[in-house]
């Protein structure tokens, strides 16, 4: 069910807006719309802060706590993680930047510059050069040193003569000195390296205060509520006041709530305006309250002028992951899954999410059951073995059938025939709210031109369903009811041209949004002959290696199922949630446009 919103204004003397914002806060019933969106910004102060938290936490889940825990103030030690980790940074480029300078002078080796200068400050201009060996004896001065001497390679050669110049031949090449040399640049790397080493030591005594700068976090994400909403109000010398939506039955305490304690406050509700667009709040029923953990996931929500599909996804999901799946053995893992990691699960997502895992699980295995699938293998493969067992798989298999093709078109006519009954409860669910409008007549021809499509669909699979003469007469039928209540304006020929018009592109879908159900068939099928194929690959590996084939044939069965599993996780995003997302909503008239409900809330009373 969507909760009924009531626009609302809460007024309050300007001295008082503290204490608006917190009680607000605390209350955490009211959905903030800022009067000036653009100044709805919490202070950069507070952002940068919380960014430097938010950083310093994502290095601190991968630092092992160790040494002794420093005493410092957790905000401090967020800054000073933040603060390593960006110095770190910069150590990273520098030590790149002397490596490039070490391969830029690597001809120099290990001549240290000083004393290059000390000798010059002695009266020695020494002279260096690159020259073959050979050309070393036609090298005029008084001193000659090979600094560098590798083989095929020029020598770096160091030359030096009291009176003059020295006269190096025209095959030599004359260098510059170098404004560093190869030992200072390794005794800085050095240093930076030292540095690198004392900062991650200083990081694992920092994770020891991970879980009081997670506290801190709260206290700034708070902060940076409080100063969003402040900055979003309206405030004059005299005034505060905020603006937002409430749900129906919590606005008509609204005002006593505010001013039980004192606080004096204005508070005003009104109905929604048309042209306004409140946020949905989803209220779900107890038992479907499994499924909240998909949309979660999603991040989906309905339009607050759309309809509830929560009952329609809670029945659906479960029988589309069941044959998408289409494996026992996969739905007992899934059942056994959700069952261990149940607090784990519950702690970190809510316990809805663990709940859908184990209803996923359990249809997944009822309907592997009644195929007579359990991790590839059905009655015919284990009827060679066991006579027994395949005869009790046999007749648990309500739906399997010793000849492959029938239980396969078995399968695709189950997969039709809840397409028809999912579509057509799409429109029934229009038609109720519809009712009384004629709008709702509409949704009566859709019903009956959905199942005239559907035994098309069968005639062309299976043979005729019902005679093809009443099929046609359905379609046509349903046409014409579409066509004159979908758009019940009084001049009957405006009626007929909008609603024929506004109708063509819905009616086209209809076939493939019947098609589409076949997936439910086909991505089973697909699942199960993965699995069997590499059952029998691991079991010829097991028939032709002896006593080692059997650990390959372990491993080749645990790494395919696995993978196999993973492939069906997809599958139930990319083709359950699809059905549900964009043929059962399309029909349903729901277009997931909506801003979900999200109250000013004191975030740290939450903890």
């Given at each position: 069910m969507i909760e009924k919103m009531l626009k609302t204004y809460v007024a309050v003397r300007n001295g008082d807006h503290?204490?608006?914002?917190?009680?607000?806060?605390n209350l955490g019933v009211v959905h903030l719309k800022p009067i000036d969106p653009s100044q709805a910004v919490a202070e950069e102060k507070i952002l940068s802060q919380l960014e430097h938290?938010?950083?310093?936490?994502?290095?601190?889940?991968?630092?092992?706590?160790?040494?002794?825990?420093?005493?410092?103030?957790?905000?401090?030690?967020?800054?000073e993680v933040f603060y390593i980790q960006r110095?770190?940074?910069?150590?990273?480029?520098?030590?790149?930047?002397?490596?490039?300078?070490?391969?830029?002078?690597?001809?120099?080796?290990?001549?240290?510059?000083?004393?290059?200068?000390?000798?010059?400050?002695?009266?020695?201009?020494?002279?260096?050069?690159?020259?073959?060996?050979?050309?070393?004896?036609?090298?005029?001065?008084?001193?000659?040193?090979?600094?560098?001497?590798?083989?095929?390679v020029q020598q770096l050669v160091m030359a030096v003569k009291r009176d003059g110049e020295v006269e190096f031949p025209e095959e030599a090449h004359v260098l510059a000195l170098p404004d560093r040399d190869a030992p200072s640049i390794r005794e800085e790397a050095h240093q930076i390296d030292a540095e690198?080493?004392?900062?991650?030591?200083?990081?694992?005594?920092?994770?020891?205060?991970?879980?009081?700068?997670?506290?801190?976090e709260l206290i700034y994400r708070q902060k940076a509520s409080f100063s969003k909403a402040r900055r979003g109000a309206l405030e004059n010398s005299d005034l505060f006041a905020v603006q937002g939506w409430v749900p129906a039955h919590q606005g008509e305490t609204l005002a006593e709530q505010l001013n039980a304690d004192g606080l004096n406050a204005a508070v005003q509700c009104f109905e929604p305006l048309e042209e306004e667009d409140p946020p949905t709040l989803v209220v779900y029923p107890k038992w479907a309250q499994p499924i909240?953990?998909?949309?979660?996931?999603?991040?989906?929500?309905?339009?607050?002028?759309?309809y509830d599909l929560t009952p329609f996804f809670m029945l659906a999901m479960p029988i589309f992951t069941a044959m998408l799946v289409g494996d026992a053995g996969y739905g007992l893992i899934f059942m056994l899954a959700g069952l261990f990691s149940y607090k784990k699960l519950k702690k970190v997502a809510g316990a809805p999410a663990p709940q859908l895992i184990i209803i996923f699980g359990l249809a997944t295995f009822i309907w592997g059951v009644i195929t007579a699938n359990y991790f590839g293998v059905g009655p015919a493969d284990v009827r060679g073995l066991s006579e027994g067992l395949a005869g009790v798989m046999q007749s648990l298999g309500l739906l399997w059938r010793e000849d492959a093709e029938t239980g396969r078109n078995l399968v695709m006519q189950v997969s039709f025939i809840i397409g028809c009954i999912h579509l057509m409860l799409a429109h029934l669910r229009r038609l109720v709210a519809f009712w009384p409008n004629?709008?709702?007549?509409?949704?009566?021809?859709?019903?009956?031109?959905?199942?005239?499509?559907?035994?098309?669909?069968?005639?062309m699979f299976f043979g005729p369903l019902i005679p093809t003469n009443i099929t046609v007469g359905l379609l046509v039928a349903g046409w014409v009811i579409i066509a004159l209540f979908c758009?019940?304006?009084?001049?009957?020929?405006?009626?007929?041209?909008?609603?024929?018009?506004?109708?063509?592109m819905s009616i086209s879908n209809a076939f493939g949004d019947m098609m589409s159900y076949i997936r439910l068939m086909a991505v089973g099928l697909a699942s199960y002959y993965i699995a069997s194929a590499f059952n029998g690959l691991a079991g010829g590996v097991a028939g032709s290696m002896a006593g080692a084939g059997i650990i390959f044939a372990i491993l080749i069965l645990v790494a395919a199922h696995a993978l196999n599993i993973i492939l069906c996780l997809i599958a139930i995003f990319a083709h359950g949630v699809r059905l549900n997302m964009l043929e059962f909503s399309n029909n349903a008239g729901v277009q997931w446009s909506g801003v979900p409900f999200s109250p000013f809330r004191n975030i740290c009373s939450e903890t």
């Open positions: 503290d204490k608006l914002l917190t009680k607000l806060g938290i938010h950083r310093a936490l994502q290095i601190l889940e991968a630092t092992e706590p160790q040494g002794v825990a420093p005493d410092i103030d957790p905000v401090e030690a967020a800054n110095q770190h940074a910069e150590y990273e480029s520098r030590l790149a930047s002397l490596h490039r300078q070490i391969e830029q002078i690597h001809v120099w080796g290990d001549t240290r510059l000083e004393q290059l200068a000390a000798l010059k400050e002695a009266g020695l201009d020494v002279k260096v050069a690159l020259l073959n060996a050979e050309d070393i004896a036609k090298v005029k001065a008084d001193c000659i040193e090979v600094i560098v001497d590798e083989e095929d690198i080493k004392k900062d991650r030591q200083r990081l694992h005594e920092l994770a020891h205060l991970e879980d009081k700068i997670r506290g801190q909240k953990a998909l949309f979660q996931v999603l991040g989906t929500t309905p339009g607050y002028r759309e004629q709008l709702a007549l509409a949704e009566i021809g859709w019903c009956m031109f959905i199942f005239s499509m559907f035994t098309l669909v069968w005639l758009h019940p304006v009084k001049n009957p020929v405006k009626r007929i041209a909008i609603g024929v018009l506004s109708n063509l």
